[in-house]
């Protein structure tokens, strides 16, 4: 579902966070909004929106109402940590700038990506 999302026009966030909105009973509407700005790292080639979305998700999976403590929040961390290794370890890196070969904060960087089509399926490979 999310490389459908992804290849429909959703931003890279969109779709990782979209994907499990059923599973997670999470208003995918909702989640589309929310996840719409962390594209591109955040627009800065930081943090891959893909991997934000994934983070969005694992989260909502493993929070619940006592995430507001450090304690309630350790299963959620655990979850992350793992998904980071996971990542990493399959593309390299979490950042936006290392998985697309260019930093998109840049102006020559956001030439590069339109030049080369980069833009899609960066971290959906």
Known sequence: ???????????????????FTDRLEFDHDEAMRIAAG????????????AVTGAYMALSLAHCTGECTTAEG????????EAFTGAFKRRH????????????????EGGLSLKSNG???????K
């Not at 579902?1 to 931003?11: D, K, P, S, W, Y």
């Not at 962390?38 to 929106?49: D, I, L, P, T």
């Not at 929040?73 to 992350?80: C, D, E, G, I, Q």
């Not at 390299?92 to 102006?107: E, F, K, M, P, W």
């Open 1 to 19: 579902m999310a490389v459908e999302l992804f290849e429909n026009g959703c931003a890279c966030s969109q779709p990782v966070l979209g994907a």
């Open 38 to 49: 962390f594209a591109g790292g955040m627009r800065m080639g930081e943090v891959c929106g």
């Open 118 to 124: 980069s833009s899609r399926r960066h971290a959906f």
């Open 92 to 107: 390299g890196s979490v950042l936006c700038r290392d998985l697309l070969g260019c930093d998109i904060s840049t102006a």
């Open 73 to 80: 929040r350790k299963v959620a961390y655990a979850a992350l």
